[in-house]
C-alpha cells in the first residue's frame, strides 16, 4: 500500500509540481505585496512633507505681498487731490458789472487732515479764461489763497500774479482761419488754461492740520468760467522711487519681507522642534541627538560603582546604620529608634564620636578623588 502510494501520480503531481509553484507565487505575491507597501509608504510621507512645505511657502509668500501693500498705503500718500473752485461775487444794483473781487471757499475734508505731515505739497489753481477783450485788456491780476484749519485758523496764505497769453493780431487771424470748422462744430472754444502755483512747498501742520481753503480773484473786471485747486504731492528720497519706478519697489520690497518673515520662521521651527513629541520628530525627520543622555547615563553608571565602593571594608558604625535603614525601607519595615540609643549606651561617647569623625572624613576623601 505504501509502495502504491509513494508511486500516485497525484501524490507526485501535488508534492512536486503543485506546492512548489504555489509557494513560489505566494512567496513573490507577499514581497511584490511589502515592496507596494514601502512604496506607498514612502510615496505619502514625501507628500505629506511637500504639502507641508508648499503651505509654508506660500504662507510666506502671501503674508510678504500683504506687509509690503500695508506698508505702501500708510507710507506713501495720495499723489493728487482735486477740488472745483465755484467763485462768488456781489453784483452791483445800479451799474452792470460786479462789485466785489470774486472768490470762493473750498472745502479739502470733512475729517481731521487730508494732507501728509512731514510730506511737500505743490498748491495750483487752474483757471479757465475766455479770450475776450476784457481779459486782453485787463492785464495782469493777482490770486490770493488761505489755507486755514478748523475753526478757521489761518495757517498759511499766498498771493501771485497772473494774465492771459499774448497773442498777436496776425496769430489771431490765422489760428481762427485754420480753426474754423472745430470753432464752429464748439469743439474748441475761444479760451486759455491758466495754472497759477500758489504753494510750491508746502508742509502741513500735524498740530493744526489745512481742512479748507479761500482763493480770490483780486480783480472786479477779470472774466473765468471756472477753476480747480489741485494739490498734489511732491516726493523726494524713497517715496520717489517707489512712485516713479513701482515693479522695481514692489520686487525689493517684496524679497525683503520674504527674507525676513522666512528668517523668522526658520528659528521659530528651530526651536519649536525641542518641544515636539517623538512621533512628531520621526515623522518629520528630526530625530533628537541622543550624545547627551548616553553621557548622562554612563556618568550615572559610574556613579552608581563609586558609590557601591564606597561602602567595601571594615564594618564601621555609619555602614551599620546605613544598611539597616535601607534594609528596612526596602521591605517597608518600622524603623527602630532605639538602636542608635543601645549602641550609643553601649560605646563609649568619645569612642562613637572618634569612629563618626573618621568614616566622614574617608567618605569625603573618596568623593573628591
Given at each position: 500500500m505504501s509502495v502504491i502510494n509513494y508511486v500516485n501520480p497525484f501524490r507526485?503531481?501535488?508534492?512536486?509540481?503543485?506546492?512548489?509553484?504555489?509557494?513560489?507565487?505566494?512567496?513573490?505575491?507577499l514581497g511584490y505585496r511589502k515592496k507596494t507597501g514601502e512604496?506607498?509608504?514612502?510615496?505619502?510621507?514625501i507628500i505629506y512633507k511637500v504639502a507641508i512645505i508648499l503651505v509654508f511657502l506660500t504662507a510666506i509668500l502671501w503674508l510678504s505681498i500683504f506687509n509690503y501693500i500695508v506698508f505702501y498705503h500708510m507710507y506713501m500718500p495720495n499723489i493728487t487731490h482735486q477740488r472745483t473752485v465755484h467763485f462768488q461775487f456781489k453784483p452791483c444794483e445800479e451799474t452792470m458789472g460786479i462789485c466785489s473781487f470774486p472768490y470762493a471757499y473750498v472745502q479739502l475734508t470733512r475729517k481731521?487732515?487730508?494732507?501728509?505731515?512731514?510730506q511737500l505739497y505743490r498748491i495750483r489753481l487752474i483757471l479757465?479764461?475766455?479770450?475776450?477783450?476784457?481779459?486782453?485788456?485787463?492785464?495782469m491780476f493777482m490770486v490770493c489763497t488761505q489755507m486755514r484749519a478748523k475753526g478757521g485758523v489761518l495757517v498759511s496764505?499766498?498771493?501771485?500774479?497772473?494774465?492771459?497769453?499774448?497773442?498777436?493780431?496776425?496769430?489771431e487771424y490765422i489760428r481762427t482761419a485754420v480753426m474754423a470748422p472745430l470753432l464752429m462744430s464748439d469743439v474748441v472754444e475761444e479760451k486759455q488754461t491758466i495754472q497759477v502755483d500758489l504753494f510750491t512747498e508746502f508742509d502741513d501742520d500735524p498740530n493744526q492740520p489745512v481742512t479748507d481753503a479761500y482763493v480770490e480773484l483780486q480783480?472786479?473786471?477779470?472774466?473765468?468760467?471756472?477753476?480747480?485747486?489741485?494739490?498734489?504731492?511732491?516726493?523726494?528720497?524713497?517715496?520717489?522711487?517707489?512712485y516713479n519706478w513701482p515693479k522695481f519697489s514692489a520686487l525689493f520690497g517684496i524679497s525683503t519681507n520674504l527674507f525676513f518673515i522666512t528668517l523668522v520662521f526658520a528659528l521659530s521651527w528651530y526651536h519649536l522642534q525641542e518641544g515636539l513629541p517623538e512621533f512628531i520628530k520621526s515623522k518629520l525627520g528630526t530625530t533628537p541627538d541622543k550624545d547627551e543622555d548616553n553621557k548622562k547615563l554612563i556618568g550615572k553608571i559610574k556613579l552608581e560603582k563609586e558609590g557601591k565602593k564606597l561602602w567595601t571594608g571594615k564594618p564601621t558604625v555609619t555602614r551599620y546604620f546605613?544598611?539597616?535603614?535601607?534594609?528596612?525601607?526596602?521591605?517597608?519595615?518600622?524603623q527602630n529608634p532605639r538602636t542608635a540609643r543601645n549602641l550609643y549606651n553601649t560605646i563609649p561617647r568619645f569612642l562613637f564620636k572618634i569612629t563618626l569623625c573618621t568614616m566622614n572624613t574617608q567618605t569625603s576623601k573618596r568623593i573628591h578623588t
Open positions: 507526485i503531481y501535488k508534492d512536486l509540481v503543485r506546492k512548489p509553484i504555489e509557494t513560489f507565487l505566494f512567496n513573490q505575491y512604496g506607498i509608504n514612502s510615496a505619502k510621507e481731521s487732515s487730508i494732507l501728509m505731515s512731514g479757465e479764461m475766455p479770450e475776450s477783450n476784457v481779459n486782453k485788456d485787463l492785464g496764505s499766498s498771493c501771485r500774479s497772473t494774465m492771459l497769453r499774448y497773442r498777436s493780431k496776425l496769430h480783480s472786479r473786471y477779470v472774466q473765468v468760467y471756472g477753476g480747480q485747486l489741485h494739490i498734489e504731492a511732491h516726493f523726494t528720497g524713497l517715496r520717489y522711487l517707489m546605613t544598611t539597616r535603614f535601607r534594609y528596612n525601607a526596602k521591605r517597608k519595615l518600622p
